[in-house]
């Protein structure tokens, strides 16, 4: 026994198993005869009007239509019926949701938004006998199925009868199935009995209790979701009033919030992207008024980062809050490990915040690619085993995934369901460690590895090849790209890079390792632990200098650590098209060096531990400079002295700048504007100065806009252009540009909407910001990151919460998200933009155009 304890095996709590009577519906029937009068479901709508039902009403109204679900049932169907539900969240979908399960049947959610290729293919997978639909939908595509309304339901139920259905059933009978994202593959059925179903809200009972006074419950998550199943039963079965929230309200912090309010809400269940999103709405108000009622905080469906965590307890400031991590799949009943957060000392010294230990009745183990299992402390794939097991995928679709149990002869426990995630246990308690399969996260872009494997595919000379990050998640996390060559390596490489260079953006730049051949496992697979380790052995060496055209004499021998970092990171930063060696005496720019990869350069080096600002980088003579000015990184390390007052003068925008003004923003977006090249010809300059006539006024009148002069010769020289996000003038065109504002508008008008806090005064919109033509790339660096450092410093003087932007170029994406710390609200591929008049503006521009709207939150 001592060696089994020591192998990564968590159990959860053992209780007594399912009893026959133990169905979703009977569990309600039992409810509703003891909480007959109070109130189960309520709904708001957009007019304003109250709905709601009771509790001896609902079970009433569902009774009748499930007896009508059975006569529609049709009588040769020898499996198990399935009722699609494509409906709108409102007081209608849980009473229908409930008949389908009182009538023997399992619900399946669909969504009007899915694409039309994801609705066939759910139909004809799950072959449902009939889609229950909104009175507005276009029924005919759901050919084949029986399509009816919620209205024409309850019409053909008012003569049917209002007591229980009696028929036989069983636990492991379906009650819902839900489908997959499939985000890696084709969308999956996941089958889900009753007793799964109940397994998951029985724990949840013990552990997660209401409360006495906890009268009302939420649900607002998308019915195809599995968080929606525990949302709807969860209070359902307990006697709760569920409030039906609908999608466009919890969108909006401030409505959401007031609703939550409005009913002394006690628990939610969100991800924490929302999550964050309701903190930075509570940050601007007074949170000592706010949400006193809301007492659990449970997070599912994303990654729970310390910070945000740590977040969360800052912002209420007291010990009456529990925040939960709950981590799980559709495959497992949506949760299948939970960890429990009371106060801020729990995150003293964490890396992560654990994904805790099983929930009732299930087992994890944390396996090898031989699926045995590992020591505790290592690293290795998450399996699960228990009553959260879903019986698998309709029409057994992907049976890789569903495996008998190698690790237990109890039948409780004989599958397993591979995750797809790495784990560790620590402490007792299990860790994420990420995902198996090829989506990871590269400064705050997701990134499909496969992906960037087709890009390195069809370059010039790749035979075979494989990408894989390195260190997923931590600071020195790299992308590799290993390929086998059809011809010789320095060439091949040289030429894989300048291809990629035009082909992805700067994050999803791979390194390219060129290999004799590709390592293969017995069953035929990359052996891809062979890979990195290979990576891994030969950066230990001195990272093969020859490899990486690095020369290393005359380096004093205290520099050497620092240039062992800094010579093989300005050789992969720019490649093996550098036009010299790296040595101590280069120029970073004779190299090959520009604007956009000094900044890498820094973000690099500052990954390794090594700290030099972009203007100390960029200004240096040589790689010689660079080391003396290299510090390593500390918690201490002071901020870089970010304007420069000898070169630069900033001022705030005054008629005296006008014409200056003018002429920068003319030339420059004339010349170079990221948007504005693929609207040529039909541009001119006079376009640009009309609509800055338009905007001057305003400009000026509203005070948050700047102008930078050259202190030695008093040219001006860049320019920042900025309105209030609610205060901003309506601008009507009568040109292409309209064509711009219209884009810009569709990305930010909803962003804006709905995750943006409200009212004048709170964020800065910083829609336009260049520099002169005629500076070089280093002077443009150095301009562009003190005019973004003056806008934070105007930001803050002016007492506003935050700044929003679009960004269209790559130098100034990177700066913010590698500089300046500022938050990705949206990535958008330019060229996949269709304009109102159904046309494609940017169409031919290439795959690696981006716009990033951005947000800066300020201190």
């Not at 007074?286 to 809301?294: A, G, T």
């Not at 990221?674 to 001119?684: A, G, H, I, R, Y």
């Not at 003056?790 to 700044?803: D, N, T």
């Not at 500089?819 to 990705?824: A, H, L, R, S």
Request: charged letters at 25%.
């Amino acid at each position: 026994m001592g060696t089994i304890l020591q192998q990564s095996v968590l159990k959860g709590r053992q209780t007594d198993g399912i009893k026959e009577k133990d169905l979703l519906h009977k569990l309600f029937n039992e409810t509703a005869a003891n909480y007959s009068s109070q109130l189960a479901i309520y709904y708001e709508d957009d007019n304003g009007d109250e709905h709601a039902l009771t509790y001896d009403e609902l079970n009433q109204l569902t009774n009748r239509i499930a007896r009508v679900l059975k006569k529609c049932e049709k009588p040769e169907n020898t499996s198990q019926s399935l009722v699609a539900v494509c409906m709108k969240p409102s007081h209608r979908l849980p009473a229908v949701l409930l008949a389908i399960i009182k009538a023997g049947m399992a619900y399946l959610p669909l969504n009007a938004e899915f694409p039309m290729s994801r609705v066939k293919h759910v139909l004809q997978e799950a072959r449902p006998f009939m889609v229950l639909m909104e009175e507005d939908a276009d029924s005919s595509i759901y050919e084949g199925t029986i399509a009816i309304t919620y209205d024409q339901l309850v019409s053909r139920s008012r003569c049917e009868e209002n007591g229980n259905l009696d028929h036989h059933e069983d636990p492991e009978q379906y009650a819902i199935v839900l489908y997959t994202s499939g985000s890696t593959g084709t969308p999956k059925g996941v089958l889900l009995p009753h007793a799964t179903v109940l397994n998951r809200l029985q724990w949840q009972w013990r552990e997660l209790p209401y409360a006495a006074n906890e009268k009302h419950c939420v649900f607002k998550t998308s019915l195809t979701f599995v968080d929606s199943v525990s949302e709807i039963w969860g209070p359902l079965l307990q006697g709760r009033t569920l409030v039906v929230v609908p999608k466009h309200v919890t969108k909006d912090p401030e409505r959401f919030v007031q609703v939550l309010d409005k009913h002394k809400i006690q628990r939610l269940v969100l991800v924490p992207s929302l999550l964050h999103s309701m903190l930075m709405y509570l940050s601007l108000r007074d949170k000592d008024n706010v949400l006193r009622s809301l007492k659990l905080w449970i997070c599912s469906g994303e990654t729970l980062s310390v910070s945000l965590a740590d977040q969360f307890f800052a912002t209420f400031r007291d010990n009456d809050k529990v925040l939960a991590n709950l981590y799980g799949s559709t495959e497992i009943m949506g949760d299948v490990t939970y960890h429990l957060i009371d106060n801020r000392n729990q995150l003293q010294s964490a890396e992560k915040v654990p994904i805790g230990k099983p929930l009732d009745n299930c087992i994890v183990y944390v396996v090898n690619k031989e699926m045995r299992l590992v020591p505790q402390g290592d690293v290795g794939e998450l399996i699960v085993a228990g009553r959260n097991l879903a019986a698998g995928y309709i029409r057994d679709n992907d049976s890789r995934k569903f495996l008998d149990n190698p690790h237990a002869i109890d039948p409780e426990y004989s599958r397993i369901y591979r995750t797809g995630d790495y784990a560790r246990i620590s402490k007792g308690v299990l860790i994420y460690e990420g995902r198996v399969d090829s989506q990871i996260k590269v400064r705050g872009h997701r990134v499909d590895l496969t992906e960037v494997e087709k890009a390195v595919s069809r370059a010039p000379g790749v035979d075979k090849v494989v990408v894989l990050c390195y260190k997923p998640g931590e600071l020195s996390q790299t992308l590799l790209a290993f390929v086998t060559t059809t011809n010789g390596l320095s060439a091949c490489a040289e030429k894989v890079e300048t291809y990629l260079q035009a082909t992805l953006p700067l994050y999803m730049l791979p390194q390219i390792v060129v290999v004799d051949s590709i390592p293969l496992l017995t069953n035929g697979k990359t052996d891809r632990q062979t890979l990195l380790k290979q990576y891994e052995s030969s950066n230990v060496n001195n990272e093969s200098d020859d490899y990486v055209n690095c020369d290393y004499d005359g380096v004093p021998e205290k520099d050497l650590k620092k240039a062992s970092v800094l010579f093989p990171t300005v050789a992969s930063v720019i490649g093996r098209g550098a036009r010299a060696n790296v040595t101590l005496d280069a120029n970073f720019y004779e190299l090959g060096g520009n604007s956009l990869n000094s900044i890498y350069t820094v973000t690099k080096l500052r990954d390794q531990g090594y700290e030099i600002g972009i203007t100390e980088f960029i200004t240096a003579k040589n790689l010689s400079e660079v080391l003396n000015r290299m510090k390593i990184s500390t918690d201490d390390t002071p901020p870089e002295n970010n304007l420069n007052e000898e070169e630069h003068r900033f001022e705030m925008l005054n008629d005296s700048h006008k014409e200056d003004t003018i002429e920068i923003i003319t030339e420059s977006f004339y010349s170079k504007a990221d948007l504005e090249q693929w609207l040529m010809p039909d541009v001119s300059r006079d376009d640009y100065r009309l609509m800055m006539e338009m905007l001057w006024e305003p400009l000026v009148e509203k005070n948050l806009s700047f102008a930078v002069k050259s202190s030695r010769d008093g040219r001006t020289i860049g320019v920042g252009l900025n309105f209030d996000l609610w205060d901003e003038p309506e601008l009507i065109l009568d040109s292409k540009l309209t064509i711009v504002f219209e884009f810009l508008e569709y990305l930010e008008a909803p962003i804006r909407e709905r995750k943006l806090p409200k009212g004048k005064g709170q964020i800065i919109h910083n829609f336009m910001m260049t520099t002169s033509s005629d500076m070089n790339p280093a002077e443009n660096v150095i301009l562009m990151k003190e005019m973004e450092e003056y806008c934070l410093e105007l930001a803050k003087r002016k007492e506003y919460a935050g700044i929003f932007t679009t960004n269209t170029s790559p130098l100034t994406q990177q700066l913010g998200m590698d500089v300046f710390g500022y938050e990705t609200m949206l990535t958008y591929q330019v060229n996949k933009y269709s304009a109102p008049d159904g046309t494609k503006p940017f169409g031919k521009a290439p795959n690696s155009q981006l716009a990033i709207c951005s947000l800066k939150m300020i201190d």
